[in-house]
């Protein structure tokens, strides 16, 4: 469980960067949660992945690094962003290189803590968090002082203000998740995915639009997968925190969770599997309609029971049902419903 735990968590990583760099916002979003989850059900952080539990957490912060409303910390006063600045101190500790990129990051999240702070006219908050930000009063003094400066002068648009923007520093962030990722290209999931791709003759545009074909032994192969996934999800077990009126709050992580069910269904590629009919071709590419059967109303009715209503994915994974979707379980329930 814990060395799949640890491949789920790199590729929840690979794909968070990715949708950070692209600033694709739902996707982003998605993986967020992922992430955080797969983290949160993290006994302790395996030595060679802190750098990359450390760069999931800032990247969520930077990308949350406006919302002054938003708390990480218990102490309400901790604004994302700099909360953001702890997690970039602890990457920097890891790694003995790229000192100017560095350098470069950590002036950029703190000039940009005090920005937000200002942009939203949090005169006193600005000055309260300059302190924070340089207890030592000799640390980066030249800097220290511009921002006292700006912080008087109650600008929101002061050039210095202006010329650390936070566009410059989400590029920043950009050009260091490149180099991250260069240096991490054992992604074992996106390895073996790559090489079944290429097994097949597939191309990743010929993969998206080819109708699945599965035989017996495939079907029992992904049997096997779909039993193993779902045996190894830690995430059942694991708390994080949400945000209830500008409060964190821990809370339990029900497996129903739609978001884990749809990752977990993309792993497995349930909606093929579960579409495949007797003649080897995906009904998701075929527009021949199936008569719901009574047997199948039952099976449906008793997951609902146990289940519950909206569930569907995962009445569909425990349910006996042939070549149906959970869409389509949705709308035959709805059916059922207007009959009774």
Same mark, same amino acid.
């Given at each position: &469980?814990?060395?799949?735990?640890?491949w789920?968590?790199?590729?929840?990583s690979?794909?968070?960067?990715r949708?950070?760099?692209e600033q694709?916002?739902?996707?982003?979003?998605?993986?967020?949660?992922?992430?955080?989850?797969?983290i949160?059900?993290?006994?302790?952080?395996?030595p060679?992945q802190?750098k990359?539990?450390?760069?999931c957490?800032?990247l969520?912060?930077?990308?949350?690094?406006?919302?002054?409303?938003?708390?990480?910390? *218990?102490?309400?006063?901790?604004?994302?962003?700099e909360?953001?600045? #702890?997690?970039?101190?602890?990457?920097? !500790?890891? &790694? *003995?290189?790229?000192?100017?990129?560095h &350098?470069?990051?950590?002036?950029?999240i703190?000039?940009?803590?005090?920005?937000?702070?200002? =942009?939203?006219? @949090?005169?006193? =908050?600005?000055?309260?968090?300059l302190e924070?930000? $340089?207890?030592?009063?000799?640390?980066d003094?030249?800097?220290? +002082?511009?921002?006292?400066?700006?912080?008087?002068?109650?600008?929101? @648009?002061a050039?210095?203000?202006?010329?650390?923007? @936070?566009?410059?520093?989400?590029?920043?962030?950009?050009?260091?998740?490149?180099? $991250?990722?260069?240096?991490? =290209?054992?992604? $074992?999931?996106?390895?073996?995915?790559t090489?079944?791709?290429v097994?097949k003759g597939?191309g990743?545009?010929?993969?998206?639009s080819?109708?699945?074909?599965?035989?017996?032994?495939?079907? #029992?192969?992904?049997?096997?997968?779909?039993?193993?996934?779902? #045996?190894?999800?830690?995430?059942?077990?694991?708390?994080?925190?949400?945000?209830?009126?500008?409060?964190?709050?821990?809370?339990?992580?029900?497996v129903?969770?739609?978001?884990?069910?749809? @990752?977990?269904?993309?792993?497995?590629?349930?909606?093929? +599997?579960?579409?495949v009919?007797?003649?080897?071709?995906?009904?998701?590419?075929s527009?021949?309609?199936?008569?719901?059967?009574?047997? =199948?109303?039952? &099976?449906?009715?008793?997951?609902?029971?146990?289940?519950? +209503?909206?569930?569907?994915?995962?009445?569909?994974?425990?349910?006996?049902?042939? *070549?149906?979707?959970?869409?389509?379980?949705?709308? !035959?329930?709805?059916?059922?419903?207007?009959?009774?």
């Amino acid at each position: &469980e814990a060395v799949a735990a640890e491949w789920m968590l790199e590729f929840a990583s690979s794909c968070l960067c990715r949708h950070f760099a692209e600033q694709s916002g739902a996707e982003f979003w998605r993986w967020r949660d992922v992430a955080q989850a797969l983290i949160n059900g993290l006994s302790q952080i395996p030595p060679h992945q802190k750098k990359t539990v450390y760069l999931c957490q800032l990247l969520i912060r930077i990308a949350q690094g406006k919302s002054l409303g938003l708390h990480f910390a *218990n102490d309400q006063r901790i604004s994302p962003l700099e909360s953001a600045l #702890s997690f970039w101190t602890l990457l920097e !500790r890891e &790694e *003995n290189k790229l000192e100017k990129l560095h &350098e470069e990051i950590r002036r950029l999240i703190q000039i940009q803590i005090v920005a937000v702070h200002m =942009e939203n006219r @949090y005169f006193k =908050e600005a000055a309260e968090v300059l302190e924070r930000l $340089f207890t030592d009063s000799e640390s980066d003094k030249p800097l220290r +002082v511009k921002l006292a400066t700006v912080i008087k002068t109650k600008d929101p @648009y002061a050039p210095l203000l202006q010329s650390f923007s @936070y566009s410059l520093l989400i590029s920043k962030i950009k050009s260091y998740i490149q180099l $991250f990722t260069k240096e991490n =290209e054992t992604n $074992f999931l996106i390895q073996e995915a790559t090489k079944h791709v290429v097994s097949k003759g597939l191309g990743a545009t010929a993969l998206q639009s080819r109708p699945v074909e599965v035989n017996e032994n495939d079907k #029992s192969d992904l049997e096997i997968k779909q039993r193993f996934v779902l #045996s190894i999800i830690l995430i059942r077990d694991c708390t994080f925190l949400s945000c209830v009126n500008g409060k964190m709050q821990n809370c339990c992580l029900d497996v129903d969770f739609s978001l884990f069910w749809i @990752y977990i269904n993309c792993l497995l590629g349930l909606n093929n +599997v579960q579409n495949v009919g007797k003649n080897g071709v995906s009904l998701a590419c075929s527009r021949r309609r199936q008569r719901w059967t009574h047997k =199948e109303d039952l &099976e449906l009715k008793a997951g609902v029971k146990e289940f519950g +209503v909206g569930n569907w994915a995962k009445i569909l994974v425990h349910g006996n049902f042939t *070549n149906r979707t959970s869409v389509m379980l949705k709308d !035959r329930w709805r059916t059922l419903t207007k009959i009774k």
